[in-house]
């Protein structure tokens, strides 16, 4: 076996291994550490602060605008910066929306919602609110009277639609037939001038509350004495309230006397529109007087026949409509008068009510809710939701009693419950 020799290789040039080595380095080769990528500058901490310096606290859902003015507005102020804009955001626009520079909000469905205002000239600040968007009626209850033990009378409440919150506001006064203001805000109703009177067509005055239960006003000079009042309603811009009143004609006291009236807001210019005489207390009460949308005109039913009627504001040029009913009210967008009108039933010997609608003409008159309640047992209000979208109603003028909420058509009624033995106001 031969054994072969190699030639030893020769050592590579100084410049070829100098080379390799920079070679091995630059493609990260070998154990040599890259360098540290520089470390660039901190970035100064703004001092800009955002403060959100009036929001409100809960909102009516479908409240919007009354007399061109939003009703509910959040604003901001921005320190340490010549830009002073904000930008505003909402964590739930299903339910609450609000405009993203003005801050105009709009309740849409019930829930609580955050709403942030932040700064557009350092968007890392900002500030934050939660709102609640609530949906409440307000009706007067048969409650025991905390100023006379042993005895009720009809007290303020609220009542969430769904049933899910309600509380007593008034605890004062006694208050029929609550009406509430464009804003929501106020709450207008009828009350005894003597908390202790509960005398029919004695010392009753309307007033005016605001939704927490402070009285607002009342008419001082007490011009409604002796004039029972009842079936209030507020002007779309929230100016003016009309009611209805009866009294004891001065002319000849055995009729009774019954008139739609007019006040302004803060219970000032009472103004009487109409006035019949009816003979005996053989009439029924009458039904609401309320506002058209555009606020031109007022409807009521007369109670010697209980034909409907519109009449301008001012009470002039009135129309008898070829219907009769109880209660009429325009819809929001004032395509529709709803009302409540009474059938005979021959196999019950005995009236029942249905809620209907018609043209503000009169014409197309359709049954829209048929409870089969008796006439007894049904209170002639039906109240509009601040969008126009339901109805509320009382199955009852006597005891607790049910209110059902259905869409505008009468569509999908549902009961909730509380009481509503008095009035519905929305």
Not at 15 to 28: E, K, N, P, Y
Not at 31 to 39: D, I, Q
Not at 406 to 418: C, H, K, L, Q, Y
Request: proline content about 8%; glycine content about 8%.
């Amino acid at each position: 076996m031969k054994v072969y020799h190699l030639p030893p290789l020769p050592s590579p040039p100084v410049i070829f291994v100098a080379l390799l080595t920079l070679s091995l380095a630059g493609c990260g080769g070998g154990s040599t550490a890259s360098a540290p990528s520089p470390t660039p500058p901190p970035t100064p901490t703004s001092n800009i602060a955002v403060t959100i310096t009036a929001c409100p606290t809960v909102v009516q859902r479908g409240v919007t605008i009354v007399n061109g003015t939003p009703v509910y507005t959040c604003t901001a102020s921005v320190s340490n910066s010549s830009n002073t804009a904000v930008t505003w955001t909402s964590s739930s626009t299903s339910s609450l929306k609000i405009d993203l520079s003005t801050g105009v909000l709009t309740p849409l469905l019930r829930g609580s919602v955050i709403i942030t205002a932040t700064s557009a000239a350092d968007t890392t600040k900002s500030a934050s609110v939660t709102i609640k968007v609530v949906d409440r009626l307000f009706t007067s209850q048969a409650e025991p009277l905390p100023w006379l033990p042993g005895l009720n009378g009809m007290l303020l409440f609220y009542l969430e639609t769904d049933g899910s919150d309600s509380a007593e506001l008034l605890t004062t006064r006694e208050c029929w037939d609550p009406a509430v203001s464009p804003d929501h805000k106020h709450v207008a109703c009828g009350t005894f001038v003597i908390p202790t009177d509960s005398v029919q067509f004695q010392s009753t005055e309307l007033i005016v509350v605001t939704t927490d239960g402070t009285a607002a006003g009342t008419s001082a000079s007490t011009p409604l004495a002796n004039v029972q009042t009842f079936s209030y309603a507020w002007s779309p811009d929230g100016k003016k309230i009309v009611f209805v009143g009866a009294r004891k004609d001065p002319a000849n006291s055995a009729n009774t006397l019954v008139g739609v009236f007019t006040i302004n807001a803060d219970l000032s210019g009472m103004t009487q529109l109409t006035s019949e005489s009816f003979a005996g207390n053989t009439i029924r009460s009458p039904g609401p007087a309320s506002f058209s949308p555009d606020g031109k005109s007022i409807i009521y039913n007369v109670t010697a026949d209980n034909n409907i009627r519109v009449m301008n504001v001012d009470g002039t040029n009135p129309m008898v409509l070829p219907v009769v009913g109880d209660g009429p009210v325009f819809t929001r967008d004032g395509s529709k008068i709803l009302f409540v009108n009474f059938t005979w039933d021959s196999a019950q010997s005995r009236y029942i009510s249905q809620i209907e609608s018609m043209n503000p003409d009169g014409n197309n008159v359709q049954a829209i809710v048929n409870p089969g309640f008796s006439v007894q047992d049904f209170y002639y209000d039906i109240a509009i939701s601040p969008d126009g979208l339901q109805i509320a109603y009382d199955d009852s003028n006597v005891g607790p009693g049910k209110i059902y909420i259905a869409n505008v058509d009468g569509s999908g009624a549902t009961a909730i419950p509380g009481g509503g033995s008095q009035g519905i106001g929305w």
